[in-house]
């Protein structure tokens, strides 16, 4: 059963499902289960639906209940507006979308009915009974994309819509490339989709993603003073566990002594400090409704100070303080860096699962998206290349995940949906600078009926959020443009 789940590390996966898993494709600690009580908003029941296990194979007719919210308060039934669809992803759904969100206020102007449709294997969305490598087979974006393509026929029958109503879709991160990928699938069901920072080209060994996080530190500081630092301070770790490891062990409040550390501990120990800087950047600034308060100040530009701030204080001592911070900021009482107690967690079966598990054989089958340190920007030391994801799949999943596997995988899906070719109309691409994953995205315009909106200074799923004062005017401007396309799209028939 679902484990109650402490509230702040729910709202840290608020709106942009699933973030944490979806950066690191492991799991860290915490149980993050269906919401029970919430203090503030009134929020929609869930409801459930019966749906097929297995859309590939017409004589299996095994089903199971799939999680959906509805908010039909913006509705009239009587003279029906468009349909939006909260696409789900790699992490429960949260019922706060029903209510707050950009989504929500399109939904306000269109007269729109809203539902999300939780993604099978995560949150309560249960296809199998447990979550064994066998049992996962049924677990993939095509299954999800049939899921929902199923699910809109039913409602369209349950609601007795008539031919009229246009159904959009909507979704953030995984999510955002599900949301074109339902449109190009099945564009007789789809009339529109809005794509949030969505990596639509699996890309096995996602070197980018850290050159894209060094970069947003320079774009956001406009300097290199904070880079430079960043590099000095590893340069000093590296050295220092060769001499004094202790004195890296007390600063970075390790659980383990380095004495007693495997080459894959420490990779995972580089893969771990580097990571805090990939959250950093990833989610800077955004308006999460609920993000902690206390942390909402651990921006780029305050790290940033932090790291080059004047003073005697030594570069690494400076980085081990925001890692403090950030194991703070996530309960844990010291850095667990061991390989064994990661890929253990990983081995879970349970259904309690809070989606790493799930995210991880996805990545393995079909996405990669490893973010490995084998960029040009090698600032972070290059501890954690390629071959340690791969054994991280092989660990959990079973010797056959191997590279050539992946990379099989990897390629079979950018067959499956054209990777930066794809071919769509009436689906806008929206991504940020300072998020990472726009590397692997549409970010230009190549055609006016798929349009891209690139923001200049913002992180993942920025436009996603509700809109607050400190929004840069970008930000505001991007969306307002997209219900300008809501608009126009809807208005075709
Ligand atoms: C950390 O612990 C505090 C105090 O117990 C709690 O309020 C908070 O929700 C926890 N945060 C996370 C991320 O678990
Ligand atoms: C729909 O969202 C609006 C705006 O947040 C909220 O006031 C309303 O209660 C919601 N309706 C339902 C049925 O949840
Ligand atoms: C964030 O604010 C707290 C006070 O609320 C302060 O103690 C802390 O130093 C600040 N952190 C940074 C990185 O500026
Ligand atoms: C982190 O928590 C520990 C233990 O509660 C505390 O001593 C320390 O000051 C905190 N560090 C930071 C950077 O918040
Ligand atoms: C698997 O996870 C569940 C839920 O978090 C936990 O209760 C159980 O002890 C775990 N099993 C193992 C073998 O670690």
Known sequence: MWLKTSLNLLFYFVLCHGSKE???????????????EYSGEKVPPAQWFKQKLDHFSPTDLRSWKQRYYIND?????????????????EGPADPRWMVKGAWIDYAKKF?????????????????????????????????????????????????????????????GSYPGSLAAWLRMKYPHLVHASVSSSGPLLAKVNFMEYFEVVVNALREK???????????????????????QPEEIENEFRTCMPFSKATENDMKNFFNSIADDFADLVQYNEDNRISADTKYRNITIN????????????????????????????????CLDYS????????????????????????????????????????IFGDHFKLDFFVQQCQDVFGKKFNKEFIEN????????????????????????????WHALGITTTKDNNAPAIYIHGTAHCANMYPASENDLPQLTEARVEIQQYLDTWLSQP
């Open 339 to 378: 390989y064994n107690n990661m890929i253990n967690d990983l081995r879970n079966t349970s259904l309690s699962s809070e989606g790493g598990r799930q995210w991880m054989y996805q990545t393995c089958t079909e996405f990669g998206f490893y973010q490995t340190s084998s960029g040009e920007v090698n």
């Open 111 to 171: 007269n729109a009915l809203c539902i999300n449709l939780e993604h099978r294997y995560y949150g309560a969305s249960h296809p199998t009974e447990d979550l064994s490598t066998k049992n996962l087979q049924y677990l993939s974006s095509a299954q999800a994309l049939a899921d929902l393509a199923n699910f809109i026929t039913a409602m369209n029958d349950k609601l007795k819509l008539n031919r009229e109503v246009k159904w959009v879709a909507f979704g």
């Open 22 to 36: 979806f950066r690191l494709g492991r799991s860290k600690n915490g149980n993050l289960g269906v919401p029970g």
């Open 73 to 89: 308060s913006f509705y009239d039934y009587k003279n029906p507006g468009p349909i939006f669809l909260m696409i789900g992803g």
């Open 221 to 243: 500081t406009g300097s290199e003073d904070c880079v430079n630092q960043l590099r000095n301070a590893h340069a000093q770790i590296e050295g220092l566990i060769k001499t």
């Open 409 to 436: 995988a990897a390629e079979w899906s950018n067959s499956y949906y054209g990777g930066l070719d794809i071919a769509v109309d009436r689906v806008v691409f929206v991504h940020g600078s300072v998020d990472p």
């Open 302 to 333: 305050s790290v940033c100070k932090l790291l080059t701030e004047p003073g005697d204080e030594a570069p690494y001592k400076r980085l081990a303080a925001f890692n403090s911070i950030m194991l703070n900021k996530s309960n844990q009482t």
